[in-house]
């Protein structure tokens, strides 16, 4: 079962999907934090999302800031506490843009 906003990605602009979801090779940084060459942008997020909860890198006065850690710090381009809006933004920085 796809989440509504994935099924109106799919059916709006295919490309956009696509984008998420091809394997990339990574740069680095990424290579380091992930343990892994390629992954998907998609899967990227998913694995910082799921660092930041493992080690419960969340403020707990305020869970839409994350306090970065250094290995957090490496792919969130050096920031010490950011806001979970930006993660997104920030991840996609270390993908290259695809041609049209």
């Not at 998907?40 to 006065?61: A, H, M, T």
């Not at 806001?83 to 270390?94: D, G, N, S, V, Y």
Request: net charge positive.
């Amino acid at each position: 079962m796809l989440p509504q906003r994935m099924k109106k990605v799919m059916t709006d602009n295919p490309k956009k999907l696509a984008n998420l979801i091809d394997l990339v090779n990574l740069p680095s940084t990424l290579r380091e934090f992930m343990g892994q060459s390629q992954t998907s942008r998609l899967g990227c997020f998913r694995r910082v999302w799921s660092y930041i909860k493992e080690n419960n890198l969340q403020d707990p006065n305020n869970k839409n800031l994350v306090n970065c850690d250094e290995k957090l710090k490496s792919v969130l381009l050096g920031k010490p506490q950011v806001e979970l809006t930006e993660l997104p933004t920030l991840i996609k920085l270390h993908f290259p843009k695809q041609p049209r």
